[in-house]
C-alpha cells in the first residue's frame, strides 16, 4: 500500500516570475481561464509586477510564445491557455497533437516548467464545465500546479 500522501498546502513562491500565454481563440473560455489563474497566483502571494499576460492567435502558438517566454529567462514557470472544441474536420485533432507534443518537448527540454491548460473538449459545455461548474477551474488548477512546479524545481 502507498504511503503517497498529495501536497494539499501550497508551497510559498513569493517573488517567482510567471508569464501566461493565452490564445484568443475562444477568448471567452481562454479569458475565464486566465482570470481564474491571476486569482490563485494573487492569493497565494504573486504580486502584479511578476506576471506578464500574453496573448497569442490560437492554440498551435502557444508552442511558439512559450519557447519565447523561456528564452527570455524572465520567468520561473509559463503558464499556457487555449481552448480547441472539436469540429466537423479532422483540424481538432491535428491542432491537438500540435501543441500537446509542442508543449511536452519544451518540457522535456527547457528549464522552467510549462503548465498545460490547454481544453481540448467536443463542444462548447464541456469548456464552459470546466471554468469553474463541475469539473473545477481549470486555470486555478494550472495556477496551483505552477506554484508546485516552481517550488519542485527550486529543490534542485
Known amino acids: ?30 479569458g475565464a481561464l486566465t482570470d481564474g489563474a491571476l486569482e ?3 492569493a497565494n502571494g504573486i504580486t502584479d509586477k511578476d506576471i506578464d499576460v500574453y496573448s497569442v492567435p490560437g492554440a498551435v502558438e502557444l508552442t511558439y510564445a512559450a519557447s519565447q517566454l523561456i528564452e ?6 509559463v503558464i499556457v491557455f487555449g481552448c480547441v ?18 508543449i511536452t518537448s519544451l518540457n522535456a527540454d527547457c528549464d522552467i516548467p510549462v503548465i498545460f491548460g490547454v481544453l481540448t473538449v467536443d463542444n462548447e459545455q464541456q469548456a464552459l464545465d470546466r471554468i469553474g ?19 519542485f524545481h527550486n529543490l534542485f
Open 72 to 77: 527570455s529567462s524572465m520567468y520561473d514557470a
Open 1 to 30: 500500500m502507498s504511503t503517497f500522501k498529495p501536497t494539499t498546502k501550497l508551497p510559498d513562491v513569493k517573488g517567482a516570475r510567471i508569464a501566461i500565454a493565452t490564445a484568443e481563440w475562444n477568448a471567452h473560455i481562454t
Open 40 to 42: 490563485t497566483l494573487k
Open 85 to 102: 472544441i472539436r469540429g466537423g474536420t479532422p483540424h481538432f485533432d491535428y491542432v491537438c497533437q500540435s501543441v500537446t507534443q509542442g
Open 133 to 151: 461548474g463541475p469539473y473545477g477551474h481549470k486555470g486555478k488548477e494550472a495556477a496551483e500546479a505552477a506554484i508546485k512546479m516552481i517550488h
